[in-house]
């Protein structure tokens, strides 16, 4: 079982920065495929950026150049660094991890173990 706590989360104005953090459990974390989702109301949970085992990433379109993922193994955590953030931005963000040591992964459901989330509103 994987714990995920994320924090980092609140208020930025348009154009401004904003650093997610997310403390995972377990003594295996190196081996972990992690990524960043984010939901805003009414919508589908979307992929925002994964980093895997071996450091490689992934983003999504919207958000690249704009966002780094990056992991720190040694404190079994995961970042996500938000720069240049836009007001679609605005969503409730979720670690979560996959302990299967296979591809990056885009989905939800390949994703097994999820935090509580941290919401980030970003003001025009």
């Known amino acids: 079982q994987v714990q995920l706590v994320e924090s980092g989360g609140g208020l930025v104005q348009a154009g401004g920065s904003l650093r997610l953090s997310c403390s995972a459990s377990g003594r295996t974390f190196s081996t972990y495929n992690m990524g960043w989702f984010r939901q805003a109301p009414g919508k589908e949970r979307e992929f925002v950026a994964a980093?895997?085992?071996?450091?490689?990433?992934y983003y999504q379109d919207s958000v690249k150049g704009r966002f780094t993922i990056s992991r720190d193994n040694a404190l079994n955590t995961v970042y996500l660094q938000m720069n240049s953030v836009k007001p679609e931005d605005t969503a409730d963000y979720y670690c979560?991890?996959?302990?299967?040591?296979?591809?990056?992964?885009?989905?939800?459901?390949?994703?097994?173990?999820w935090g509580q989330g941290t919401q980030v509103t970003v003001s025009s």
């Open positions: 980093i895997g085992w071996s450091r490689s990433t």
């Open positions: 979560a991890a996959d302990t299967r040591r296979g591809r990056l992964g885009a989905v939800p459901s390949e994703y097994a173990f």
